[in-house]
């Protein structure tokens, strides 16, 4: 993809230690895109993000909020993970991001990831409800 000239405002980079880090999210998108072993072109028409967005975001650059929201529907990537998060981080629930790996996994279909969660979450609602 060829980069495009006119980058607009909220294309700029976000400061590194706060925000959202784009270029972590780039990555694990790319890395999924590569698993899928899709074309980028593929990735845009599917999502309906313009291939100079999906440039942009090659270079650095954080995507608009919808762009962010459908690519990360598409690739089964939770975008709250590439935030800075504040010192004091709340654990995160078991079942939430065993549902965020399934779904980011290039070798399971979505029904397949969806069953493998409602097994997975029937089982563990037992296991714990012992020692409430």
Do not use: C
Request: proline letters at 8%; zero cysteines; aromatic letters at 6%.
């Amino acid at each position: 993809m060829v980069p495009s000239d006119s980058i607009s405002s909220a294309d700029k980079r976000v400061p590194s230690g706060k925000g959202f880090d784009a270029e972590a999210f780039y990555r694990a998108l790319s890395r999924v895109v590569k698993a899928r072993k899709v074309p980028w072109r593929q990735v845009a028409r599917e999502t309906g993000v313009t291939p100079s967005t999906l440039s942009r975001m090659a270079h650095g650059r954080r995507p608009d909020a919808a762009s962010l929201a459908v690519l990360s529907a598409w690739a089964g990537i939770n975008p709250a993970d590439f935030v800075n998060k504040p010192t004091r981080e709340q654990p995160r629930d078991p079942m939430a991001a065993i549902s965020a790996l399934l779904k980011s996994d290039p070798n399971l279909a979505a029904g397949e990831a969806q069953a493998l969660e409602l097994l997975i979450r029937l089982a563990y609602s037992r296991f714990t409800q012992r020692r409430q």
